[in-house]
């Protein structure tokens, strides 16, 4: 079942706008990541946000994380072209009799014009 | 980047005919992962493996076996590939489980079955 989902589903902005992209999820978590892919390619790691943390930074992108509202927001500042790909949350769970677990959602295609 | 090859990078095949993607790792990692993506689904995952011979299934099993008899090459089998099973394969790989940690991705494999 998924657990992420991403909304919203696409957004277009102008080269130097900021983006933000939220997540929603269902059931509790021990972190979660947000992960960008480039047309064709695979999946890399952007930033990871542990349960007990509310915000984290990483260059120009900011993670916020409210764990009674099951939902996070990713925001990329100053965006350029290269911006431009899906993003995806996953959460991540580990449990004794499953290991470590992630799931991801359908992603935001973000497109930034020059 | 993580070094994890996917081969081949693009097949197209028969119904009804077996298929073996392949996924070798150089980080000497203990996990891999074998995903699939799809438009509307997001990433879901096949099966995983745990160390040498240790293998699981994941939440789109059905159809698929694994085998992992080195710790840089992780096979995913299709025995008999139905048009369903049509799909872009990402494997990828995470040095811990307990920590949740973020996993490396492939470029992925894009499987056509006619």
């Known amino acids: 079942s998924q657990q992420g989902e991403e909304d919203p589903q696409a957004l277009s902005i102008q080269e130097g706008e900021n983006a933000t992209m939220n997540c929603s999820y269902k059931?509790?978590?021990?972190?979660l990541q947000w992960y960008r892919q480039n047309s064709g390619r695979g999946l890399v790691h952007l930033i990871l946000?542990?349960?007990?943390?509310r915000e984290k930074h990483s260059g120009r992108l900011r993670v916020t994380l409210d764990t009674s509202k099951k939902s996070s927001s990713l925001l990329i500042t100053a965006s350029r072209a290269a911006d431009t790909a899906s993003y995806f949350c996953?959460?991540?769970?580990?449990?004794?009799?499953?290991?470590?677990?992630?799931?991801f959602g359908e992603g935001t295609q973000l497109t930034v014009n020059p | 980047d993580a070094g994890i090859t996917q081969s081949p990078r693009h097949k197209v095949t028969e119904t009804g005919t077996p298929v073996t993607l392949r996924c070798h790792q150089t980080?000497?990692?203990?996990?891999m992962y074998w995903y699939r993506q799809d438009p509307g689904h997001g990433l879901r995952l096949i099966h995983y493996?745990?160390?040498?011979?240790?293998?699981d299934k994941g939440e789109v099993s059905d159809g698929y076996s694994v085998s992992r008899s080195k710790t840089e090459d992780f096979l995913l089998t299709l025995e008999s590939a139905t048009s369903s099973q049509t799909s872009v394969y990402f494997c990828?790989?995470?040095?811990?489980?307990?920590?949740?940690?973020?996993?490396?991705f492939g470029d992925g494999t894009r499987l056509s079955i006619l």
């Open positions: 990828a790989i995470s040095e811990s489980e307990i920590l949740c940690q973020p996993q490396h």
């Open positions: 980080e000497n990692h203990r996990y």
């Open positions: 946000i542990r349960s007990n943390e």
């Open positions: 493996s745990y160390g040498v011979k240790d293998t």
């Open positions: 059931t509790s978590i021990n972190n």
């Open positions: 996953a959460t991540a769970l580990f449990m004794e009799t499953s290991g470590s677990r992630l799931t």
